[in-house]
């Protein structure tokens, strides 16, 4: 189980930072010059001023920096007011950045933690709530929770994920999402190839959504859950920009169509868009899967603060798996 901790954490964060350097870019231009490694296109290295917010090779973004801070909090156990302190920590003093400054974060991210840091609601109401702000930001750093919900009831589980979600993102869409994808991750935990894992996620799911609140939302989220036929998508019909439910699409898309952790993350980044969280969404799912010796070590050499992702990956599995409420 250490290997899948390690290898989510670090899967997910080395998908962040092949992403960086590219975020926002066009589709096309990617087709003809492909992302093949930590900054370097298969056309040679791309010089630091070239990258989209000019940062080192190795670099990560706010998808990690919550991922971590989710992760820290979780090893003294679930209060969600501990974990906004750590995320308005981020926000105003570069806490879990890789190098003390905060340089990308999301509108949506950015209000939920600004309520939060005001302490004028309960941290779980604190999430905005419009259909305008159903993006990808709770869905980037949820991958902890998968590790902490395993054992639990299965509603408890769904309960716990959605609470998190709700502390930035509180659109049904935002809950949901990080939802199927705790249910992913924890399938993956259990033993199941990936198949089988999409086919266990579908199908709890859509019970779940069924008798939930939520169950107008299930319509969008018809594609992944009720075509047979999506892993087999052509690439024009997947979209990877901020839209939560594109977001999860992608990154289920770019790991049920490859077989290996680096083609995972790398047919992510290659999509385009919001390439930084596509690429951590799907290699924290990769990471998971095929494990922690399954990331290049090229590429976690380059990683900005490797030692202190390790010591803290570590300081999560012990806790989580080897404490004495274990």
């Not at 400054?101 to 604190?126: H, M, Q, S, V």
């Not at 949820?142 to 709700?166: C, G, N, W």
């Not at 993102?169 to 894992?197: K, T």
Request: hydrophobic share 35%; glycine share 8%; aromatic share 10%.
């Amino acid at each position: 189980m250490k290997e899948k901790v390690l290898g989510g954490l670090f899967g997910l964060s080395v998908g962040d930072a092949l992403g960086v350097p590219v975020e926002f870019s066009d589709r096309k231009i990617l087709e003809k010059d492909p992302i093949i490694g930590m900054s370097k296109k298969a056309s040679g290295e791309i010089p630091q001023i070239m990258t989209t917010y000019k940062q080192p090779p190795g670099t990560w973004s706010d998808d990690s920096s919550l991922t971590f801070c989710l992760a820290e909090s979780l090893i003294n156990g679930f209060d969600l007011r501990r974990i906004g302190d750590k995320f308005v920590s981020w926000y105003l003093q570069g806490y879990w950045t890789p190098h003390g400054k905060l340089f990308d974060i999301g509108g949506t991210t950015a209000g939920g933690i600004r309520n939060l840091r005001e302490r004028t609601k309960k941290p779980e109401d604190c999430g905005l709530k419009e259909e305008h702000n159903s993006t990808n930001g709770s869905l980037m750093r949820i991958l902890p929770m998968a590790f902490y919900v395993k054992d639990k009831p299965l509603e408890e589980q769904f309960e716990l994920t959605h609470l998190v979600s709700r502390l930035t993102h509180g659109h049904p869409r935002s809950q949901m999402a990080c939802g199927m994808y705790v249910q992913m991750a924890i399938n993956l935990l259990n033993g199941d190839n990936l198949e089988e894992a999409y086919a266990k996620m579908r199908s709890v799911s859509k019970e779940h959504y069924a008798k939930s609140n939520f169950r107008e939302e299930l319509k969008h989220f018809s594609r992944i859950l009720d075509d047979e036929s999506f892993p087999t998508y052509q690439k024009e019909e997947i979209h990877s920009d901020g839209y939560v439910v594109h977001t999860l699409e992608a990154s289920l898309w770019s790991l049920l169509r490859t077989n290996s952790y680096k083609d995972a993350v790398l047919t992510a980044v290659n999509l385009g868009g919001d390439t930084d969280t596509t690429a951590a969404i799907a290699g924290g799912l990769a990471g998971t899967y095929y494990g922690y010796r399954s990331i290049p070590k090229e590429w976690i050499e380059t990683l900005a603060r490797k030692e202190d992702i390790k010591k803290l990956a570590e300081r999560f599995y012990e806790k989580i798996y080897e404490g004495p409420n274990a």
